[in-house]
């Protein structure tokens, strides 16, 4: 997919600056945390070979060009029929369990206080909440086909601007956290 850059935006280069566990730029751009932090617990996921059907989509930014093309064909495809779940790692903060995106409920408080259960008890200093304060990111796309749609906390903040800071500590001890049975 061709993909536009909104007006007034520009690709630049990210001068990285690490403050013990934090990680920002130098304020002359943004550091793009939120999906690059995602893409880092997925990348773990799938190299300690955790069993899932892992995406990477483009344009999430610019209106989830990606998950909007695979949500229409949806239902043409065979692993549709096995999905029951959806989960992106692309919220801010270090606490969250999106239980609601753009006001409307996109999990059901069961499924996500079982997972919140689940992932404070790993030892990790992991302490999820449900939140339903969800704006937008890819996992939108499948609430009307999917049963349950979430999205989790990675340890950034200030997302988009050029105060944008990731905790590395909270990623890597994320990362770490021994994901018990998806299922």
Avoid at 28 to 38: E, F, M, N, P, V
Avoid at 89 to 113: K, L, P
Avoid at 130 to 158: A, H, Q, R, W
Wanted: proline residues 2%; glycine residues 8%.
């Amino acid at each position: 997919f061709p993909v536009t850059i909104p007006a007034g935006r520009k690709q630049t280069k990210v001068n990285h600056i690490f403050e013990g566990n934090i990680v920002k730029t130098d304020g002359t751009s943004i550091l793009g945390a939120d999906d690059k932090a995602g893409m880092t617990v997925i990348l773990y996921m799938i190299s300690k070979k955790k069993p899932g059907l892992y995406f990477f989509f483009i344009g999430e930014e610019v209106g989830c060009i990606g998950s909007r093309k695979l949500s229409k064909n949806w239902k043409t495809t065979e692993f549709s029929k096995h999905i029951t779940k959806v989960v992106s790692f692309d919220r801010r903060g270090n606490n969250s369990i999106i239980t609601h995106q753009m006001m409307d409920r996109c999990c059901s408080e069961e499924f996500a206080t079982e997972l919140a259960k689940r992932m404070n008890s790993v030892g990790r200093n992991i302490k999820m909440e449900l939140d339903n304060t969800g704006v937008l990111t890819d996992s939108i796309n499948f609430v009307n086909m999917v049963p349950e749609c979430t999205n989790i906390s990675v340890g950034y903040k200030n997302e988009h601007t050029g105060k944008e800071l990731q905790d590395i500590d909270f990623l890597i001890r994320l990362c770490e956290c021994k994901y018990r049975d998806w299922e």
